[in-house]
Every structure is written in C-alpha cells, then in structure tokens.
C-alpha cells in the first residue's frame, strides 16, 4: 500500500478513535453532572456548561487529553515510519479544529480553552513519541557479531 494512503487511513482511524473517546468522556462527564432537562436549547446547554464546577472542566480536560493521545497514538502506529509525526499531528490539529467550533457558541472560561489547545498538542506529541519510542534503537554494526 502507498505510504500516503496508509497514512490517510490511519489518520481516519486516529480520528474514529479520538471521537469515540471524546464521546465517553462526554458520558462520564454527563454521570457525574447531570443536567436538569431532557430535551435541552442550545442557550440551555451553554448555560450548563458555564455553571459547571471545577471538577467538571478538569474532567472533561482529562477527557480531551485521553481521546487526543489515544487518537493521535492509534494513527501513529498505523501509519509508516517516516509519516508518524505527519499522522499524530494530524489528529492534533483536527481536534483543534473541532475544539475551535465548540468553544466559540459557548462561552467557555478563557483558561479553558487555552488548557484545551495546550493538551490537544501535549497529548498528540505524547502519543508520537510512545509510538516511535521501541523503534530508536540502533541497529548492531557487522563489527560487533562474530564471523560465522
């Protein structure tokens, strides 16, 4: 398979795994902070997210870091060696993307959002380099083997 190719998959698996895990953070977080009204407005949900304790923003910051390193590591891993950097990445500037469209109706504390875009970059770094991290060591030289 062409290593750009492989690469594309593999950033749309990252990305399949990054929402799956932003989804269940999502619930979890929903769990803990349960919201009053079933058939909620938008203006509702904003109001719910800015009443939210501290606890609940460092939840879901937990949340969006586990579903950037999960979803940046998956395409990384997928993806050919000399495109791991290119694929994780990826999966970091999309979330950023994503984040940028949720961030702004809503009205979100500023350190927030800038711990947001912090950890988004933190956890595909992280992942790109758990990834890579077996494959840094050298090769042994012919010098060091005994002729056989």
Not at 49 to 67: H, K, M, T, V
Request: charged letters at 10%.
């Amino acid at each position: 398979m062409h290593p750009i190719l492989r690469t594309a998959i593999a950033v749309m698996l990252g990305m399949l795994i990054a929402l799956m895990a932003m989804f269940l953070a999502d619930r979890v977080n929903a769990y803990y902070f349960p919201s009053d009204q079933l058939n909620r407005t938008h203006e509702q949900i904003a109001k719910d997210i800015q009443s939210l304790p501290l606890n609940g923003f460092l939840l879901i910051l937990a949340g969006f870091f586990f579903c950037g390193f999960f979803g940046a590591y998956t395409a990384a891993r997928l993806s050919p060696l000399t495109h791991k950097s290119y694929a994780a990445g990826s999966i970091g500037f999309f979330l950023i993307l994503i984040s940028i469209v949720f961030f702004l109706p809503f009205g979100l504390p500023i350190w927030f959002v800038v711990c947001s875009l912090i950890l988004f970059i933190a956890s595909a770094w992280l992942a790109y380099r758990a990834s890579i991290a077996g494959l840094q060591h050298p090769i042994p030289s012919k010098e060091k083997w005994p002729e056989q």
